[in-house]
């Protein structure tokens, strides 16, 4: 009886081959045969699956995105049971910082796609991410739950405050990877803003100081 094919498995297979490759290589510079290769199949049975280039690294992208999830959601679950709203928000933006390969490549890979959509045609015809807001929207939810536990700035605008620090942390994720400072100092510089927002009651009871981790 031949072998039955998991088609889920096979496409994850070969999502993670892209996103090994691209890693290394840089997104623009991958090609349908680089990752056939890099994932031990042919290259037939990549465009079987995908088709398309850009299908393909639009599939890469949603299986980044849920890696990132699960990322997200470990960092919650290690915090405890009942992490709080500051615990969530550290997770959530700690979690996108690149301080280590699995995050190192999630960040390139992220911004690659994000200049990839406005220069392609292909790739700009379709959406970039399915819910482009949803993190805009889960730190705006955590931010309005502490502000209304008495843990965060009452008179602050929850939605802004969610834009300002999802666009600082990409921003100090770009300045890791080229090198301008390293993971301890942008951390350092994202709970400095925290504290800002957090009052002391809501502050996360993981360590102040270096990248925890590690």
Known sequence: MPKRVDHDERR????EALIR????????????RDVAAEAAVSLRLVQYYFQTKEKLLFHGLQHLTDRFTERVAARLRATGPDPGPRAAVEALLLASLPTDEESRTFHL??????????TDEALAAQPFVDSPDAAEN???DLLRQAQEAGLADRDADARTEAIGLLAMTATLGTSILVGQRGPDEAV???RYHLDRIFTPDGSCSAPRTGVPWK
């Open 12 to 15: 994850a297979q070969i999502a």
């Open 21 to 32: 490759v691209a890693g290394r290589r840089g997104l623009h510079a991958v090609g349908m």
């Open 109 to 118: 890979l992220y911004t690659s796609y994000a200049m990839l959509s406005v």
């Open 138 to 140: 889960a730190l705006s």
């Open 188 to 190: 350092t510089v994202l």
